[in-house]
């Protein structure tokens, strides 16, 4: 079983920046590739950003790359973090960050993962 808690979000201007953490209860020794996905109200839960187990391959959206940046601490706190910067108001939504048990590889389906946090809001104003 994976616990996932998010902290970070908040409001912030067009052209900010935001860091979003992810804190992760693990069994020592397990892996899971993580993932940060986003939901606007009134679309789908879309895809973000993937880290692989030991932080060395990522993966982003074209809508973020080269703003975002996705790491990994897989020190006894286990914590991903998302680092966004340039943020525009279509990046504001609920963004979870999100855990898959298939290490091997970086997924953009949502349906990959198995284990969810339960979200923190970000709102970027005009």
Same mark, same amino acid.
């Given at each position: 079983? /994976?616990?996932? @808690?998010?902290?970070? +979000?908040? %409001?912030?201007?067009?052209?900010? $920046?935001?860091?979003?953490?992810? #804190?992760? !209860?693990?069994?020592?020794?397990?892996?899971?590739?993580?993932?940060?996905?986003?939901?606007?109200?009134?679309?789908?839960?879309?895809? /973000?950003?993937? @880290?692989?187990?030991? +932080?060395? %391959?990522?993966?982003?959206?074209? $809508?973020?790359?080269?703003?975002? #940046?996705? !790491?990994?601490?897989?020190?006894?706190?286990?914590?991903?973090?998302?680092?966004?910067?340039?943020?525009?108001?279509?990046?504001?939504? /609920?963004?979870?960050?999100?855990?898959?048990?298939?290490?091997?590889?970086?997924?953009? $389906?949502?349906?990959?993962?198995?284990?969810?946090?339960?979200?923190?809001?970000?709102?970027?104003?005009?």
């Amino acid at each position: 079983q /994976v616990q996932l @808690v998010e902290s970070g +979000g908040g %409001l912030v201007q067009a052209g900010g $920046s935001l860091s979003l953490s992810c #804190a992760a !209860s693990v069994r020592p020794g397990s892996r899971y590739t993580m993932g940060w996905f986003r939901q606007a109200p009134g679309k789908e839960r879309e895809f /973000v950003a993937a @880290v692989t187990w030991n +932080g060395e %391959l990522t993966d982003y959206a074209d $809508s973020v790359k080269d703003r975002f #940046a996705i !790491s990994r601490d897989n020190t006894n706190k286990n914590t991903a973090t998302l680092q966004m910067n340039s943020l525009k108001p279509e990046d504001t939504a /609920v963004y979870y960050c999100s855990a898959s048990p298939n290490w091997y590889g970086l997924w953009t $389906s949502k349906d990959l993962y198995t284990y969810w946090g339960q979200g923190t809001q970000v709102t970027v104003s005009s």
